[in-house]
Nanobody, 123 residues
Framework: QLQASGGGLVQAGGSLRLSCAASDRTFGGYAWFRQAPGKEREFVSAIRWSERSTYYADSVKGRSTISRDNAEKGVYLQMNSLKPEDAAVYYC????????????????????WGQGTLVTVSS
């Protein structure tokens, strides 16, 4: 039900905008996670749809912005000043109801997952 896109190859310092489109409805909460080779999947950013409250991992705070895409019933993740350590497969996730604050950064809070989009950052 989720389609992630927008990944690609970018030089360090560059920008990318990832998109997550939902097939037929909006969800209460959306999130982006990423997974680099040999590492666990980690939280990047989340948004609670109704109040548009946003959350970021420390590693991307100040460089990334998550926002609603009302037309596609999904979200964007704008990433600036990309670093080689940002390289990973980025996954979009969603939850039918609004996630509680204590769970917004947890993989287990999200029921639906997209297929992932690869971000490569060259140094």
């Amino acid at each position: 039900q989720l389609q992630a896109s927008g990944g690609g190859l970018v030089q360090a310092g560059g920008s990318l905008r990832l998109s997550c489109a939902a097939s037929d409805r909006t969800f209460g909460g959306y999130a982006w996670f990423r997974q680099a080779p040999g590492k666990e999947r980690e939280f990047v950013s989340a948004i609670r749809w109704s109040e548009r409250s946003t959350y970021y991992a420390d590693s991307v705070k100040g460089r990334s912005t998550i926002s609603r895409d009302n037309a596609e019933k999904g979200v964007y993740l704008q990433m600036n000043s990309l670093k080689p350590e940002d390289a990973a497969v980025y996954y979009c996730a969603a939850k039918t109801t609004r996630p509680i604050l204590s769970a917004v950064r947890s993989r287990d809070a999200y029921t639906y997952w997209g297929q992932g989009t690869l971000v490569t950052v060259s140094s």
